[in-house]
């Protein structure tokens, strides 16, 4: 059997507080235990809210600029697949010759 951290007394689990494990006659005389549950629920819930209020703007964080290096890259690739095509001498999608 589980005893109050508090009056010491014997204490079903089931009527013990969850958070401060006092029992329920120790927990009704002290209501500031309560009081802290309900505002770290209330800074929880407002962390929650924080969070949700942010995230939309993630996705729309890519900057033209960003946009503009992967187009380079792609470009880039793209050359050097054509010159590895060159090299193979057997172009797979160019039917006309550049030079
Ligand atoms: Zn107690």
Same mark, same amino acid.
């Given at each position: 059997?589980?005893? @109050?951290?508090? @009056? !010491? %007394? !014997?204490?079903?689990?089931?009527?013990?507080?969850?958070?401060?494990? #006092? @029992? $329920?006659?120790?927990?009704? $005389?002290?209501?500031?235990?309560? =009081?802290?549950?309900? &505002?770290? %629920?209330?800074?929880?819930?407002? #962390? #929650?809210?924080? /969070?949700?209020?942010?995230?939309?703007?993630?996705?729309? $964080?890519? &900057? $033209?600029?960003?946009?503009?290096?992967?187009?380079?890259? #792609?470009?880039?690739?793209? =050359?050097?697949?054509?010159?590895?095509?060159?090299?193979?001498? /057997?172009? =797979?999608? &160019?039917?006309? &010759?550049?030079?």
């Amino acid at each position: 059997m589980a005893t @109050c951290p508090q @009056c !010491n %007394a !014997n204490a079903s689990i089931l009527k013990r507080d969850l958070v401060s494990g #006092v @029992c $329920s006659r120790c927990r009704n $005389s002290a209501p500031a235990v309560r =009081l802290g549950i309900g &505002s770290i %629920a209330l800074i929880f819930l407002a #962390v #929650v809210f924080a /969070n949700r209020i942010t995230e939309p703007s993630q996705p729309a $964080s890519v &900057s $033209s600029e960003e946009i503009r290096e992967l187009r380079l890259t #792609v470009q880039a690739q793209t =050359l050097m697949i054509k010159k590895l095509q060159s090299l193979l001498g /057997n172009p =797979l999608d &160019s039917p006309h &010759s550049d030079d």
